[in-house]
């Protein structure tokens, strides 16, 4: 008895091997920073579609305010964004390539590396009395596999050339669809072309007529401006009437010579009429010939003698005619050169009266200048007169100003002069009291002196008596008071003095600086008088120039008056541009139905932009049969999975019966059925879970692009309703077309709605199966286990008979079935892969010809929506200039009226 462990053994190191080439697998192929750069990727798109979206909102937006600015910023944005959302695509695209390819080698080279891990597992678990049988059952299995492998890689490489063939029909009608949106952008672009053309030619034909009026502006105001010569009048006159007599002569001979064609016409039909009368004379002679040799009797020659006199006579006579009618072409000949030379001498005259007419034209013109040059320098002369009118006011205003300056500088001076002599006689004053108080001061000086020399004698005289000398003593004492009181007068009296001698300097120094401002102010006054005499001479002067200048503009006048007359002259030339003006407007209208051409094309092109969506709308439907097709043929992988069980089973059963006879064969049948079973199972799990990975990725995709385009439809086809109910003045039949547009957009978006809820509900069921489906292989999977374990113990009881008589013919013919049974159904499993995968590349493949059908639809509307309103702002702008120019007119007509009623 072996341990269950050791039985176990191999299973569990197929097992390992098995994960660490699936590890290794996926390790190569599937790297985190890959990973972490394709969410990243992902991250970026989705933010940039929002703000793409938009930027299309606030284009449209902005192309309805016109503000230019904005919008080239806007474009400059959006195209930006759309080349990094570009430079993604193209990088996850390309990540995509890769990650097959190293799918695709890998694969192959697990595939070849099967047979070894076959082989490996098969000999480990090989015992030494069957080496011989099992060497011989892995050479043929091995041969086996190889068909299979080979027969598998030739199916794989007929797919891919089926694929490629596929792929280069699709790429074949992608560009032939490019070619057609190419030729409908030239279309576009010829008739944009034709548009530009045809407003280029108006603008021109309109400069032109510009042009024209202003040169007729110009003419009218030379008219109006040629006076001085009244002679070049009479003669233009004359010349005029010379002109009208020969035009008059012209149209006679003009007339003449279409009688003359008349009758050229006539004559050449007469000419007509005479060579088939020669050619019936011709045929008479024939028929007389034939006549005359036929016939050789008397008789006969008599009549034919007679009709050949009679037809000689005809003949005669129609030569007679033909010779008349020559003459008289040769005479009308004659006469039509003489009209000729006629008509190219009056041309040569009208050439020399035109070219005289001209001349008188331009010599009116210089006239007409010189006209103009002195009335531009009698108004330059008035504006002198006039500067120097304000200029002679501001110098009067200047000169009583001084004036004025002078009579205050008067009164201050004769104030100034007053106060000096007030100051003089205060001084005088001062003078006076100063020497009665020196005088004083001497006096009591002296008197003290005298009376000291007598106190002296006295005291020395008088010792005895002390009353006398108190009374002395208290007088002395008096007398001391009142000399100090008088010493501090004087102080004051020499402080004031000095003041007062002060301030006459300074009032002296005033008056010597007043004096010399009076003479500097005498002096700017005497030549600002002189030359304000100067100048009022010269305006005395300019004056008489100014009353030459009114006799001459009063001469002016007088022609101006005569020129007036010649007014109603030019009224009857703005009479022919009014005409011309009414030929201008034809031609505008005749634009106006091209513009109309236009807009028809542009109804034609909608029309295949409807054919277009219906084809369009008409996918959806191709999309859900593939759906159904998809269905049925995953229904059918269930049925074959259900074989597969009914395969299962009866190899149960066959075990069941072989238990007996060859246990180790059956188990290592059983193991080698269990890891294909098993590998097959793990390689339909790995690709169902990425075929559901990508489908709902899709499926995600897809709803969020219905989403975007439901709100895109939503927010752009009312703006686009309200343009087309603007526009229906200028073509009622846009109406219709929008309702059918709005109707095919209404369609597409059910259309769209219905298979997005179908491939939801579909991708639910079939989740489901796939649950389902998960769930019987495990519960297989637990029921082969079951069966091992009840197996080996059986195993390690029995003794097998290492003998090559106990493999019967019939084990080993039920064996054979049984690996080809497994072929058969591998083989199936492999061509229902090969067919949900191209299944799901062509569902794939439709959505993104679905993405770019939409796209260029939304710019093909785009498109005409753009030329629609470039049609209409030119329409609008014509209309514009039109009815400026109608208001000119008016106006101008207005003006000749009120010339007219003042003149009257």
Not at 208 to 232: D, I, P, Y
Not at 329 to 340: A, D, F, I, P, V
Request: hydrophobic residues 30%; aromatic residues 4%.
């Amino acid at each position: 008895m072996l341990p269950i462990s050791f039985v176990g053994a191999p299973l569990e190191m197929t097992k390992r091997r098995w994960k660490e080439f699936m590890q290794a697998l996926y390790e190569n192929h599937f790297d985190s920073r890959k990973d972490e750069e394709l969410e990243k990727s992902k991250t970026e798109v989705e933010n940039k579609l929002p703000k793409i979206m938009k930027l299309v909102k606030e284009r449209r937006q902005n192309r309805r305010n016109r503000n230019a600015e904005v919008l080239l910023r806007k474009e400059s944005e959006l195209i930006g964004l759309i080349e990094d959302f570009h430079k993604q695509y193209q990088f996850v695209y390309g990540q995509y390539d890769d990650l097959r390819g190293q799918l695709s080698e890998t694969v192959n080279g697990a595939k070849e590396d099967e047979g070894y891990f076959t082989a490996t597992s098969s000999s480990s678990d090989s015992e030494a009395e069957l080496e011989k049988d099992v060497k011989a059952n892995g050479h043929t299995h091995l041969n086996r596999e190889k068909k299979s492998f080979y027969s598998e890689y030739v199916e794989t490489m007929n797919k891919a050339q089926e694929n490629e063939k596929i792929m280069k029909e699709l790429k074949e009608k992608l560009d032939e669809k490019g070619r057609e949106v190419s030729i409908l952008a030239r279309k576009q672009k010829l008739c944009q072309r034709e548009i530009s053309g045809l407003m280029s030619e108006l603008e021109s034909e309109l400069s032109s007529f510009n042009l024209k009026l202003n040169g007729m502006c110009v003419e009218k105001k030379a008219l109006e401006q040629r006076v001085e010569n009244k002679e070049l009048q009479k003669q233009v006159s004359k010349l005029e009437k010379i002109a009208k007599e020969r035009d008059e002569e012209i149209s006679k001979l003009v007339k003449n010579g279409v009688d003359g064609a008349v009758e050229n016409n006539g004559l050449i039909s007469e000419v007509s009429k005479i060579k088939g009368l020669i050619v019936q004379v011709n045929q008479l002679k024939l028929n007389v010939d034939c006549l005359f040799n036929a016939q050789k009797s008397d008789s006969e020659k008599q009549k034919l003698s007679q009709s050949n006199n009679n037809g000689f006579a005809m003949h005669e006579n129609l030569l007679d005619q033909v010779n008349k009618m020559k003459r008289d072409l040769g005479s009308m000949r004659k006469k039509n050169t003489e009209l000729e030379s006629n008509i190219e001498k009056k041309a040569q005259e009208n050439s020399e009266f035109l070219s005289q007419i001209d001349d008188l034209k331009k010599e009116l013109t210089e006239k007409a200048q010189e006209f103009q040059m002195m009335q531009k320098e009698k108004e330059d002369s008035l504006v002198r007169v006039k500067k120097l009118e304000l200029e002679a006011q501001h110098s009067s205003n200047l000169i009583s100003e001084r004036e004025k300056q002078i009579t205050k500088k008067e009164q201050e001076k004769f104030q100034l002069t007053q106060e000096l002599e007030v100051l003089q006689g205060k001084m005088v004053k001062m003078e006076s009291l100063l020497k009665e108080r020196e005088d004083h001061f001497t006096a009591l000086q002296k008197g003290l002196e005298n009376g000291e020399d007598d106190k002296s004698a006295q005291i020395t005289a008088l010792m005895a008596p002390i009353n006398p000398i108190e009374q002395e003593l208290e007088l002395k004492n008096e007398s001391e008071i009142q000399i100090k009181i008088k010493n501090n007068d004087i102080s004051k009296l020499t402080d004031e003095k000095e003041s007062l001698k002060e301030r006459i300097l300074e009032l002296e120094k005033r008056l010597k600086d007043r004096g010399d401002e009076f003479s500097t102010l005498e002096n700017d006054m005497s030549t600002h008088i002189v030359a304000l005499n100067k100048e009022v001479s010269h305006l005395q002067h300019e004056k008489d120039t100014g009353r030459k200048l009114d006799k001459q503009l009063s001469l002016r006048d007088q022609e101006i008056s005569d020129l007036e007359d010649e007014k109603e002259s030019l009224q009857v030339k703005i009479l022919e541009l009014e005409i011309k003006l009414s030929d201008k407007e034809d031609q505008i209208a005749d634009l106006q139905r091209k513009c109309q051409a236009g807009e028809n094309e542009i109804n034609c092109l909608q029309g295949e932009l409807s054919d277009e969506r219906k084809k369009f709308s008409e996918r959806p439907f191709q999309l859900e049969n593939q759906n159904d097709e998809l269905n049925f043929k995953i229904s059918d992988q269930q049925c074959m999975l259900k074989q597969q069980e009914d395969t299962i089973n009866k190899l149960r059963e066959n075990c069941k019966l072989m238990e007996g006879r060859f246990l180790q064969a059956a188990y290592r049948k059983m193991d080698e059925v269990a890891e294909e079973f098993r590998k097959n199972f793990e390689d339909k799990l790995r690709m169902l879970t990425r075929r559901i990975r990508v489908a709902e990725q899709l499926h995600a995709e897809t709803k969020e692009s219905c989403k975007k385009m439901q709100e895109h439809c939503q927010q752009q086809h009312p703006g686009y309703l309200e343009k087309r109910l603007s526009h229906q003045v200028i073509s009622p039949h846009k109406s219709e077309l929008q309702t059918t547009v709005v109707q095919a957009v209404n369609e597409m978006m059910k259309d769209m709605e219905c298979l997005i809820n179908n491939f939801e509900s579909k991708e639910g069921s079939f989740i489901q199966r796939l649950s389902s489906v998960s769930n019987e292989i495990q519960v297989a999977k637990n029921w082969v286990r079951l069966t091992m374990n009840e197996i080996k113990p059986c195993k390690n009881n029995e003794l097998v008979v290492a003998s090559p008589l106990a493999f019967t013919s019939d084990g080993k013919e039920q064996d054979k079935l049984m690996k080809e049974k497994v072929k058969m159904l591998e083989a199936k499993v492999n061509k229902e892969k090969g067919d949900k995968l191209r299944l799901m590349k062509g569902m794939y493949e439709m959505q993104k010809k679905v993405a770019d059908l939409e796209n260029a639809i939304v710019e093909k509307d785009e498109g005409l929506l753009r030329l629609g309103n470039e049609k209409v702002e030119a329409i609008r702008q014509l209309c514009i200039w039109v009815d400026y120019r109608q208001s000119r007119f008016d106006q101008l007509m207005k003006m000749m009226l009120v010339k007219k009623t003042t003149k009257s």
